[in-house]
């Protein structure tokens, strides 16, 4: 089952003994408590079983997401973090994470592919904004990938493996999450950690 860990920070602000409760949402994949949206489709599926939410698309246009709504307010700064298994993938194509698919459809994608990553804005599937940079990326067979997404105020940060690879202004208007595999791909996400700050003033992890 999905852990539950709330880490409950005691801060004692000056003149008077105000608890700061920050949760720790740990996501093992060992059952679907947070509501993802599975689904199996001849090109293509998003399921979770033996501790993974297994993402296969078989050429289908478009690509697959698996989604679910995160348990956290679009008020405060979040981190999330989260290991990816790469199980198959070509160099044209990419895997990634999607958030904040808001009423109007408006969606950010953080995309990584060989030796490139890409961040994409879109409008049901109608690009708006793209911005490719260069990274030393070249996953090979079930090579686990580590990756954090922190919205820190007004900004969107995204880091693989330990190394900052891009900022992005943008404020977030939903919590809807998902990851993302197109082409002939299959990827397998093993963990997923959601880490909220309540204080209203941001922080850095």
């Known amino acids: 089952m999905k852990k539950i860990i709330l880490s409950i920070a005691l801060t004692a602000a000056l003149g008077g003994g105000v608890m700061a409760q920050n949760p720790i949402i740990v ?23 033996n501790g993974y939410l297994e993402l296969e698309n078989k050429n289908a246009v478009g690509g697959s997401i698996c ?8 008020e ?16 044209t194509e990419s895997f990634g994470v999607v958030i904040d698919t808001d009423e109007d459809l408006n969606q950010c994608a953080f995309l990584l592919r060989e030796d490139v990553f890409n961040c994409v804005i879109f409008n049901n599937k109608t690009r708006l904004y793209e911005d490719e940079r260069p990274v ?23 880091s ?3 190394m900052e690879v891009y900022r992005l202004r943008r404020n977030i208007n939903a919590p809807t ?3 993302y595999t197109d082409g002939n791909s299959l990827i ?3 963990e997923l950690i ?8 941001g922080r850095e992890w």
Do not use: A, C, M
């Open 76 to 91: 405060q700064d979040f981190k999330l973090s989260g290991k990816i298994i790469v199980h198959k993938l070509s160099g």
């Open 194 to 201: 959601i880490e909220q700050d309540y204080s209203g003033e």
């Open 177 to 179: 999450f998902g990851f």
């Open 67 to 74: 989604y679910t709504d995160l348990p956290i307010s679009v």
């Open 188 to 190: 397998r996400v093993d």
């Open 136 to 158: 030393k990326f070249r996953p090979r067979k079930d090579e686990l990938v580590e990756f954090v997404l922190e919205r820190r105020g007004n900004q969107y940060i995204f």
């Open 27 to 49: 996501e093992d994949f060992e059952s679907n408590s947070l509501g993802w949206d599975e689904f199996s489709w001849k090109d293509r599926s998003g399921i979770i079983k």
């Open 160 to 162: 693989l493996n330990n």
